[in-house]
């Protein structure tokens, strides 16, 4: 008998790729083959993904402007059109569609040869794609308890199962929360999504100089920086004779999640989610431009549970990330009391209970 095939999905940042990957890993295991379709930009997040194949398509976002929404039509139906010739030669068991406009060519093939459908949305917001496909969808499934804009002829067709997280990070929620001894290291470690944030940038540095000395010469700061401020950055903690390790990216998240004691980050899905699977407290300051807002949405699965702080962009100043960093520095059992909080809001799980989803709609 041969194996089934899922064809997952995905693409235009890591936030759609990273949980697609952990699904695919766990798919993988159960004995099935699986092809993952994106496109060029969505390629270059690919890296390693667990796969037999990685099919490029046409795929294209569209907008209100007529110059660029005519262009990007054509270059979607090529797209949909490429995507049903390879399901003519796959002939899927099921189609996971993860989000990102590259997963919309795949989706509308998989409809139109009436193969199984089922989304993951990783947002508290469903996101264009994924509301476009709710309803022709089996399954859809996501990330967190708050799902706004779920279509109404779709709501008996919502499944709250997490995010699934790469291994690395899973590894983490198997080690304890690193006790911080009496006047002994503090790990910060700062995060901005995949290309860093440039408002953490300008102000984290600032509100680290601006704490007292004593607290500042215990810090061993990891912060995660765009390249062009990198230079000013590492400035800042040097006059400020602070310990900090300044890189535009970080390959080993998992290593340093587990070292650390206190995450400043965006509010991105995945953040919010290994934050939880990890059991580590943050400081979360929610992208102001994302779709309907749905990082501040993300955020509610810290916040709510007293697991971290939330700044607004328009809050996120020096003053006011120095205040709320000496609060919590000082209190290391409070950090560790929202640590145990965000640990008991994850669902770790979630790579195989999506996995059971999907082998019980396929084809």
Same mark, same amino acid.
């Given at each position: 008998?041969?194996?089934?095939?899922?064809?997952? =999905?995905?693409?235009?940042?890591?936030?759609?790729?990273?949980? +697609?990957?952990?699904?695919? &890993?766990?798919?993988?295991?159960?004995?099935?083959?699986?092809?993952?379709?994106?496109?060029?930009?969505?390629?270059?997040? =690919?890296?390693?993904?667990? $796969?037999?194949?990685?099919?490029?398509?046409? !795929? =294209?976002?569209?907008?209100?402007?007529?110059?660029?929404? %005519?262009?990007?039509?054509?270059?979607?139906?090529?797209? %949909?059109?490429?995507?049903?010739?390879?399901?003519?030669?796959?002939?899927?068991?099921?189609? #996971?569609?993860?989000?990102?406009?590259? *997963?919309?060519?795949?989706?509308? $093939?998989?409809?139109?040869?009436?193969?199984?459908?089922?989304?993951?949305?990783?947002?508290?917001?469903?996101?264009?794609?994924?509301?476009?496909?709710?309803?022709?969808?089996?399954?859809? +499934?996501?990330?967190?308890?708050?799902?706004?804009?779920?279509?109404?002829?779709?709501?008996?067709? /919502?499944?709250?199962?997490?995010?699934?997280?790469?291994?690395?990070?899973?590894?983490?929620?198997?080690?304890?929360?690193?006790?911080?001894?009496?006047?002994?290291?503090?790990?910060?470690?700062?995060?901005?999504? *995949?290309?860093?944030?440039?408002?953490?940038?300008?102000?984290?540095? !600032?509100?680290? +100089?601006?704490?007292?000395? !004593?607290?500042?010469?215990?810090?061993?700061?990891?912060?995660?920086?765009?390249? &062009?401020?990198? #230079?000013?950055?590492?400035?800042?903690?040097?006059?400020? /004779?602070?310990?900090?390790?300044?890189?535009?990216?970080?390959?080993?998240?998992?290593?340093?999640?587990?070292?650390?004691?206190?995450? %400043?980050?965006?509010?991105? $899905? *995945?953040?919010?989610?290994?934050?939880?699977?990890?059991?580590?407290? !943050? %400081?979360?300051?929610?992208?102001?431009?994302? +779709?309907?807002?749905?990082?501040?949405?993300?955020? &509610?699965?810290?916040?709510?549970?007293?697991?971290?702080?939330?700044?607004?962009?328009?809050?996120?100043?020096?003053?006011?990330? #120095? $205040?709320?960093?000496?609060?919590?520095?000082?209190?290391?059992?409070?950090?560790?009391?929202?640590?145990?909080?965000?640990?008991?809001?994850?669902?770790?799980?979630?790579?195989?209970?999506?996995?059971?989803?999907?082998?019980?709609?396929? =084809?």
């Amino acid at each position: 008998m041969s194996k089934k095939l899922v064809v997952i =999905a995905a693409g235009g940042t890591g936030g759609h790729l990273f949980p +697609a990957a952990a699904f695919a &890993e766990e798919m993988f295991r159960r004995g099935w083959r699986v092809v993952l379709m994106t496109d060029a930009r969505g390629r270059r997040y =690919a890296e390693g993904f667990p $796969a037999e194949r990685i099919e490029d398509v046409p !795929a =294209a976002s569209l907008s209100a402007n007529p110059i660029t929404a %005519i262009p990007a039509a054509f270059k979607i139906m090529r797209g %949909i059109n490429a995507a049903k010739a390879r399901f003519n030669e796959y002939k899927p068991a099921l189609v #996971a569609g993860f989000g990102g406009y590259p *997963s919309f060519p795949a989706l509308m $093939a998989a409809r139109a040869h009436k193969s199984p459908i089922l989304i993951h949305e990783q947002n508290s917001v469903l996101g264009r794609v994924n509301r476009s496909m709710a309803t022709s969808a089996k399954i859809v +499934a996501c990330g967190f308890e708050r799902l706004d804009r779920l279509p109404e002829k779709a709501a008996d067709r /919502k499944r709250v199962v997490g995010n699934p997280v790469r291994l690395p990070i899973l590894a983490v929620r198997e080690r304890p929360y690193p006790e911080i001894p009496a006047g002994g290291r503090i790990n910060i470690l700062i995060i901005g999504g *995949s290309q860093g944030a440039r408002v953490f940038g300008d102000v984290i540095p !600032a509100a680290f +100089a601006l704490l007292p000395d !004593a607290l500042k010469a215990r810090l061993d700061v990891v912060h995660q920086v765009r390249d &062009e401020q990198m #230079a000013d950055a590492k400035k800042v903690y040097q006059k400020a /004779k602070i310990n900090a390790e300044v890189a535009p990216f970080f390959t080993d998240m998992g290593q340093r999640l587990g070292a650390t004691h206190l995450v %400043i980050a965006r509010a991105g $899905a *995945s953040s919010v989610t290994e934050l939880q699977v990890a059991g580590r407290p !943050a %400081i979360l300051v929610p992208f102001a431009a994302a +779709a309907d807002d749905h990082q501040t949405a993300n955020a &509610e699965g810290l916040t709510a549970v007293g697991a971290a702080d939330l700044f607004t962009e328009q809050e996120f100043t020096p003053a006011a990330l #120095a $205040a709320c960093l000496e609060r919590r520095l000082a209190d290391p059992h409070g950090l560790a009391v929202r640590a145990a909080a965000a640990r008991a809001s994850a669902k770790p799980e979630a790579a195989k209970t999506l996995a059971d989803l999907a082998e019980g709609v396929a =084809a």
